[in-house]
């Protein structure tokens, strides 16, 4: 990207990208300035501080989770915010750490809102899945750098089985969904 030509969106593009290229720990306002050829000054015209940067990455993550229609299941909704979270890498670290910020739009959440209808539980549901989702990448993670040993089992072995398990629970105890069978 040339100097001088970068904004709100494309400054986010390229965070996003050098994410996923190098994980949260070592994406920095230093070297996401380093990409785009400018100083780290520079970045804040565009966001205030870092965690305002990965507010707009955590949407841009968020961005993908489907918005539930008529007939859409708490099951379907949940694997839909996994999914995204999943996308990308350390995708769930930074949803958490943005969502414990409060900063960042409600996208996941309103959706899993629709679905329960109540806001308690969404938020409940919301915080398991990003939970689940960041020890998941947590375990890939150490197992694509070696830091596991050859007992360990594939941290994505159970995946399907403990998550389902976990959403059967909250949707079971969420108020909306006390006559609605859970599907899937």
Known sequence: MAPG???RDSVTTLALDLLDRVGLPDLSMRRLAA???????ALYWHFASKQELLAAVADRILSGVPRPS???DVAEVAAGIRDALLAY???AEVVMSTYALRLGTR???????????DAASADALFEFVLGHTTL????????????TTEAAHDPTQDLDAVFR???RAFAALSPATDQQPVQR
């Open 5 to 7: 030509r970068h904004d």
């Open 35 to 41: 990409e785009l050829d400018v100083q780290p000054s």
């Open 70 to 72: 008529a007939g859409t």
């Open 89 to 91: 890498r350390d995708g």
């Open 107 to 117: 996208r996941a959440q309103d959706a899993l809102q629709t679905v329960l209808g």
């Open 136 to 147: 998941v990448q947590q375990r890939m993670h150490a197992q694509s750098v070696g830091a």
């Open 165 to 167: 398990a976990g959403i």
